[in-house]
């Protein structure tokens, strides 16, 4: 009996501590955490760097490039870049159009990019980039944010044929 009522005594001390960890971030912490997902990723893009983008997805990751079939799995969306990075050269730039928090562990973020691309093989001449994105985030157990799925489509005019 004494080992319970200690028991509850300490569970009833230790409540309101366990109640605080894991209550939700505000909304405006949720956007300057998927803010810096973002930026990281930006920095991903532009140094071709596959290990980094890989820290930014989801172990349940979809990555849905345009004109592709979904790229579904870690391993899958990795080879994914390093195929994407074997091909051309990124700089771009990510505009924030809107980020949204939908739950305690889900947000989502819409945003534009725009830059360039260059080819690897050929003439070497980077042409304009612009794509509009929608990124899913998920918190993870380890409480980081990272992209469960991503889509995106380019914003330039069709090619003159």
């Not at 409540?15 to 894991?22: F, G, K, S, V, Y």
């Not at 971030?25 to 998927?34: G, L, P, Q, T």
């Not at 930026?39 to 930014?56: F, G, H, I, K, P």
């Not at 159009?97 to 001449?125: C, H, M, N, Y």
């Amino acid at each position: 009996m004494r080992n319970t009522l200690i028991a509850m005594v300490l569970g009833a001390s230790v409540l309101p501590i366990a109640a605080q960890a894991a209550a939700p971030a505000s909304s405006d912490a949720v956007r300057n955490e998927v803010t810096r997902q973002l930026e990281r990723y930006e920095r991903a893009l532009n140094t071709s760097n596959v290990d980094q983008v890989m820290t930014l997805y989801a172990k349940d990751a979809v990555f849905m490039p345009q004109n592709s079939q979904p790229v579904v799995g870690r391993d899958a969306v990795r080879a994914a870049y390093r195929q994407i990075f074997g091909q051309i050269k990124l700089d771009v730039d990510f505009t924030i159009d809107e980020i949204q928090p939908l739950s305690p562990d889900w947000a989502f973020a819409r945003t534009r990019s725009k830059g360039t691309v260059k080819v690897l093989a050929g003439d070497g001449k980077a042409s304009p980039e612009g794509n509009q994105e929608v990124f899913l985030l998920h918190r993870e157990s380890d409480g980081q944010w990272r992209f469960a799925r991503y889509i995106f489509s380019t914003t330039n005019p069709p090619a003159a044929q």
